[in-house]
């Protein structure tokens, strides 16, 4: 892991994303000797240009970010940091220097491919077929991947527990295009219960 501090004049640019759904936190910048602090330490430092010294996000407010993991772009000049935030990352208060949270990870990817199939009416594709079947027929069928999934978590096979996890959500994604529902929304009910 080597970066190319030389490149950029001392500084590189650092993104910082939520490790648990990819939502970018905030924009930074380091110098060598933050960058080899954040490694150490395994919290994130950066180089402050406003204060001209190291500074770690957290330090006053006590809102750290703890470091998951580190990845170098392909020209060596920009810095990835996948970190968990203790709270609230912008000193406006809000979640993010971006926004409030969100998550778009591979399950919004799926959820537009069963949106699509559906509104492209793929004659070949399951998704479309379960789909024309009917709002019964789908909202039985997540109550038997539901069911299958609780016959699998009480056994041992972890193999097998994953697929039917996998089966209930795909299938659930299924239920929430039939009832015009995003995933967004749950979410959003998620976030609500979660203040």
Not at 112 to 119: F, G, H, V
Not at 166 to 194: C, M, P, S, W
Request: aromatic share 8%.
């Amino acid at each position: 892991m080597v970066v190319d501090f030389n490149k950029t004049s001392g500084l590189v640019p650092v993104i910082i994303q939520d490790n648990r759904n990819l939502q970018v936190l905030m924009l930074g910048y380091m110098n060598e000797e933050a960058f080899e602090k954040t490694k150490k330490e395994g919290i994130v430092t950066f180089f402050s240009r406003s204060k001209n010294r190291l500074w770690t996000k957290g330090e006053e407010s006590g809102n750290f970010l703890k470091v998951e993991n580190i990845q170098i772009d392909c020209d060596n000049d920009t810095i990835l940091i996948k970190a968990i935030p203790k709270n609230v990352v912008c000193h406006t208060g809000s979640f993010s220097c971006f926004g409030e949270k969100e998550s778009k990870g591979f399950l919004y990817e799926l959820e537009a491919k069963i949106s699509q199939r559906i509104d492209d009416k793929v004659g070949s594709s399951y998704t479309y077929s379960l789909f024309q079947r009917g709002i019964n027929k789908v909202a039985q069928k997540v109550g038997e991947e539901a069911v299958e999934l609780v016959i699998e978590a009480k056994d041992n096979n972890d193999d097998l527990f994953k697929n039917e996890a996998a089966d209930l959500l795909y299938h659930f994604l299924i239920l929430l295009k039939a009832k015009n529902v995003d995933l967004e929304e749950i979410e959003e009910v998620l976030i609500t219960r979660n203040n």
